[in-house]
């Protein structure tokens, strides 16, 4: 079912990718296109579980806008073993403005289709998506 506001379906690849590696972990990150063409939302890249952040962030091109979602283990004050899923909605300012608008127009439709989100980032550049950054916002 495509989005009214931008005319954007959700390729069921997506969600079923996004179900894995919130379930079972089969994957440490999904990055996500939007296919003007076709009008909607594929999966573009898939991490291995031993991928790190590096691998990830260097997933994400410098001058085109993507959704990403990256599964965030870190450990607790008390020690404890956690994991976030964190939503990065990736637009350089370097990119097309008819690619920011239609991301942007996209995103709320596209997240409420990935169930299980518990952190939202919007990210313009490398640093507003950092490990600390990340680390502050699961708390």
């Known amino acids: 079912m495509a989005n009214a ?3 954007m379906a959700v390729h069921d690849d997506c969600k079923l990718k996004f179900l894995e590696l919130k379930t079972k972990r089969t994957y440490r990150f999904i990055v996500f296109k939007i296919e003007e063409k076709q009008k909607q939302v594929i999966v573009e890249k898939l991490g291995e579980p031993s ?7 260097a997933s994400l091109p410098a001058n085109e806008c993507r ?3 990256y599964d965030f283990d870190f450990m607790t ?3 404890v073993p956690r994991s976030r899923i964190v ?8 990119s097309k403005v008819r690619s920011k608008m ?3 127009s996209s995103k709320d439709r596209f997240k409420r ?3 299980g989100i518990q952190v939202e980032l919007q990210a313009t550049d490398p640093t507003e998506m950092g490990v600390d950054v990340i680390r502050s916002r699961t708390n």
Request: aromatic share 20%.
């Open 5 to 7: 506001a931008s005319g």
């Open 51 to 57: 991928d790190s952040y590096e691998v990830f962030s």
């Open 67 to 69: 959704y990403a979602v």
């Open 77 to 79: 004050e008390e020690n």
């Open 87 to 94: 939503f990065i909605a990736w637009s350089p300012d370097v």
């Open 102 to 104: 239609i991301y942007a």
């Open 113 to 115: 289709e990935l169930d």
